[in-house]
């Protein structure tokens, strides 16, 4: 195993241990040269995470662009990262600049802050040619945006499959495979924006962060879970700001609490193994019988035992 790749250890269960992280993109076959999805190499083999990475490894590992596919494939599950797919787009090479890298006002493009490979400058001019773009491609580790996939338009609130929060922010995507990988943070606003500005404040977040303003009609949305699909069999969701899964009279190997984003990071089937509990939803697909509509739905702060205070 790479040097520094450790495990997150939280409460009283290593979230490494029976994490399982499905990476199941649509990949016909996966590129595992160089740096996870998302990830800038620097100086020779070195790899150095975006701002948007929450796993539980650490951001920057020398070498680990020269790791076998092998060990990459283990690093995936246990790091809640992925390797891209191989070439699967036509490249635009008509833009200045390449993914994740911002034009400027004297006609330079300027490398996201991890950007260090060796050997390439952090600038290079808007007016190269797309051959000479090709080549800085090929030579420096970096890539020109995908041609557009949709209809933009920067009259949606948030970018293509971000969340809006009751504060009016947006919430990048944090599920494998849909989670952003760009190298900005997983938070953004634009409501402190005023209209004039908008529609450039947009454009330039999307070239910077690698993101879409897809027309309604095209874009994404996020499939919402059900009740039944938050928790498992017979748990109750309690709180609101941080949801959990609670079970008070759960009597198994794990916690009788857990939170939501924990639970489905796990995995439903993987959760149900460890912890000796039914999923909501059966591998067939058949829906699990409803909740008890007598179930009491409590909320509050939660002790270490689980219990609920004040109730």
């Known amino acids: 195993m790479l040097k520094g790749f450790l495990c997150a250890c939280a409460s009283l269960t290593c979230a490494c241990c ?30 150095a995470a975006p701002a ?17 596919a092998n060990e990459k494939r ?48 952090k600038m290079i001019s808007v007016g190269s040619s797309s051959t000479e773009r090709q080549n800085i491609a090929a030579a ?19 970018p293509t499959g971000w969340l809006q929060n009751s504060d009016g922010s947006c919430q990048a995507p944090t599920k494998m495979p849909q989670a952003y990988a760009g190298p900005c943070e997983p938070v953004v606003t634009f409501a402190n924006v005023s209209t004039k500005d908008s529609v450039e404040v947009k454009k330039t977040f999307a070239a910077r962060c690698g993101v879409e303003f897809c027309a309604q009609e095209e874009s994404l949305q996020p499939t919402s879970s059900s009740p039944d699909s938050s928790c498992p069999v017979g748990w109750i969701l309690v709180g609101e700001i ?15 609490v857990v939170a939501v984003q924990d639970f489905h990071r796990i995995g439903h ?18 829906k699990a019988p ?22």
């Open 242 to 256: 941080a949801p959990h899964c609670f079970d008070a009279s759960y009597t198994g190997p794990c916690r009788p």
């Open 52 to 68: 948007s990475y929450v796993g539980p490894c650490m951001k920057e590992y020398e070498g680990l662009a020269q790791v076998d």
């Open 290 to 311: 409803e909740h008890s509509a007598k179930t009491q739905m409590l909320s509050g702060p939660l002790l270490a035992s689980g219990l609920i205070l004040g109730q």
């Open 18 to 47: 029976f994490a399982k992280v499905p990476t199941g993109t649509s990949c016909k076959a996966t590129d595992f040269s160089g740096c996870p999805r998302g990830w800038e190499r620097y100086g020779k083999w070195s790899c």
């Open 269 to 286: 089937a993987a959760f149900g193994k460890i912890c000796n509990t039914e999923i909501a939803v059966p591998p067939g697909g058949v």
């Open 140 to 158: 420096c580790h970096v890539k020109w945006p995908c041609n557009s996939r949709c209809g933009e338009d920067y009259a949606q609130v948030c």
């Open 74 to 121: 283990q690093l995936e599950t246990s790091c809640n990262i992925e390797w891209p797919c191989e070439e699967q787009c036509e490249r635009d090479w008509s833009l200045a600049c390449p993914e994740f890298w911002a034009e400027t006002a004297s006609g330079y493009c300027v490398a996201p802050p991890q950007y260090r490979f060796e050997g390439c400058a």
